[in-house]
């Protein structure tokens, strides 16, 4: 008897033909999925791109500048470093960790019946995880971006606000490509593995537990 | 041999034990049945008979806890995942009560899904969607997302993304579930024309009693074990009648 053939992987391109008429046509789905990133990243790369700014002020060790950093409640330590500052910037990639992870959880766990049916017609878990990397991917760089374009222009209008010219003398420009990079990591690491895991799970179900889910 | 090719579902001792914390439930106690290729079966029994339960092991979407089903020859529990995947993609079709239709995808796109599964080409498949469509009657609906349409359009659509592949085997779970019984009626016709146009053997989960006219066998199922057999002509069922047409 000659034996059943295995199923073929779709191409990635297929895949993305696939998914792009998912998110086009769950575009303001997705973009409720990517306020979640957007505001999460924002707030992480407001609080760098405040701390770094703030660091190079007490670092001019500049007299007038000092009693303007004390007045607006900053603590200047000989070493330059703002405890307190840190902490907020640690709690904010907390923050962002969990506004990420529930949005793009949330996006998968609402499809779930979807991922069971797909099976039924002959879907590989491959093309499910694909399906989703794709989809997560694409709501996730585009959300990290926007996000961070959030959080740099308000936090540069918020530091000239503060402190005036001397932001622009002492700009910590490497600081700011430093506070981005990790923010652009971040935000697209933090979307992409939090979309595929429970891809992945439900990939791995059998076709009916994934159909049984409540949606 | 010959009537061993007949056979197109061989199901022996078929066991489903659910773990429910120090519990154990026994949904199906052992459940032998051939399906013959080109029949219309229909399986039938309350909820919690384990009639859905025997349904999805045959489809190939739940793996049996003891026992095996055979599909065309091949025991299922021999397939790994790309084997199965490939089985359900080439051999099956399936149709839900609830459509379970892809809600962002278009009438089209939904019917081309199981061809570019197969390894078509996008534009391909959707020529194959195309036509099937026609054939359903929804070729006027090809644009359309499944929630622009009524429920009996969305179950055509959902039986023709079942027979787009050709497969040998429909399954289908409360078919007529979520459906008037105008629409229903039309579903079951569809079908049957279907089978035999197509030479597909359908099965049927259903306590639709219009749905055992259309049956060449009619299985009972009760607390997990066949209970009843019966071929056409060895059941008689009244259900009475719509706008002074005699069902059954």
Known sequence: MEKIPEQKHVSWGVTFNVSWAGIRRRFFRSLVTMSGVVLAIAFLTYMQIMNKIVNALIDAHDPVLDAILQAAGVEIHESGSNDSILLLIILSLLACFVGIVNSMLMSVTERIKEIGTLKCLGALDGFIVRSYFIESSVQGVAGTCLGCLLGMIVSIVVAFMSYKMHVATHFPWLGLFEALGISLLTGTLLSISAAILPAYMAAKKQPVDAMRVEE | ?248
């Open chain 2, 1 to 248: 041999m010959s009537t061993q090719e007949d056979i197109i579902v061989k199901a022996r001792g078929v066991t489903k034990v659910y773990t429910m914390g120090a519990e154990k439930v026994h949904a199906l106690r052992g459940i032998d049945l051939d399906v013959r290729r080109g029949e219309y079966l229909s399986i039938l029994g309350p909820s919690g008979s384990g009639k859905s339960t025997f349904f999805n092991m045959v489809g190939g979407l739940d793996k049996p806890t003891e026992g095996h089903v055979e599909i065309d020859g091949y025991s299922l529990s021999d397939l790994n995942q790309k084997q199965l995947a490939w089985v359900r993609c080439h051999k099956m079709g399936y149709i839900f009560q609830s459509f379970n239709l892809i809600m962002t995808m278009t009438a089209l796109e939904n019917v081309a899904l199981p061809r570019i599964f197969a390894g078509e080409s996008p534009a391909k498949a959707r020529e194959a969607a195309a036509e099937i469509l026609n054939v359903v009657g929804l070729g006027h609906r090809l644009t359309h997302l499944p929630s622009q349409v009524s429920g009996g359009q969305q179950q055509r659509i959902a039986i023709a993304r079942a027979l787009v592949n050709k497969p040998s085997i429909v399954l289908a779970d409360e078919p007529t579930g979520n459906l008037d019984l105008h629409t229903g009626e039309e579903i079951i016709a569809l079908l049957g024309d279907l089978k035999t146009k197509f030479g597909i053997t359908i099965i049927t989960a259903t306590h639709d009693m219009k749905m055992l006219s259309a049956s060449d066998t009619v299985v009972w199922i009760k607390d997990g074990q066949a209970d009843r057999i019966a071929h056409r002509g060895e059941f008689d069922i009244s259900v009475g009648t719509i706008d002074g047409k005699t069902l059954a």
